[in-house]
């Protein structure tokens, strides 16, 4: 049983406090890559949530992998987002407070997979030519990332 699961066995719906680490991945292009989510049909960043024994890192690392195919490496810290503007109640009555940890990569191996169960599609695109229907929780991301501030970003609105 994974982390969530059984966190969820002993504390049923009420609200629990998640780590949520993902990647903002550019190719040699300069190209940033989006994934088109198969929950919601919304682009964002991939990444998920973290399980016991993993670093932010790790948890970044495989949840890019499982997502896109691709295997990370460098990682630089680009953002933490946290507070109570985040929480979220999931369509089964889950509700969790997340933190938001965000790195920027632009190393990587591997073959992008166009899609699988988690993504619907997965591709990289220019700053200037962003896609439609961005994941909300991920629309403050990629105004820090177009903002050009300095790094790393401790956000929350």
């Not at 979220?88 to 632009?106: A, E, M, R, Y």
Request: proline share 4%; charged share 25%.
């Amino acid at each position: 049983m994974d982390y969530i699961n059984s966190l969820r066995s002993m504390v049923g719906n009420e609200k629990v406090l998640m780590v949520v680490s993902g990647a903002i991945v550019f190719d040699n292009e300069n190209r940033v890559l989006m994934q088109r989510r198969s929950d919601n049909g919304q682009w964002g960043f991939p990444g998920g949530f973290m399980e016991l024994g993993e670093s932010v890192q790790d948890t970044a690392k495989r949840e890019v992998y499982e997502e896109t195919g691709l295997q990370l490496g460098h990682l630089e810290l680009f953002g933490i987002y946290s507070g109570p503007q985040y929480d979220k109640t999931f369509p089964n009555g889950d509700q969790v407070s997340p933190v938001f940890i965000l790195f920027i990569c632009k190393e990587f191996k591997g073959e992008l997979v166009e899609s699988n169960e988690e993504s619907m599609e997965n591709k990289f695109f220019s700053l200037k030519e962003l896609p439609d229907k961005i994941f909300t929780e991920h629309q403050m991301l990629v105004n820090d990332l177009l903002s050009q501030k300095p790094l790393p970003i401790i956000g929350s609105l």
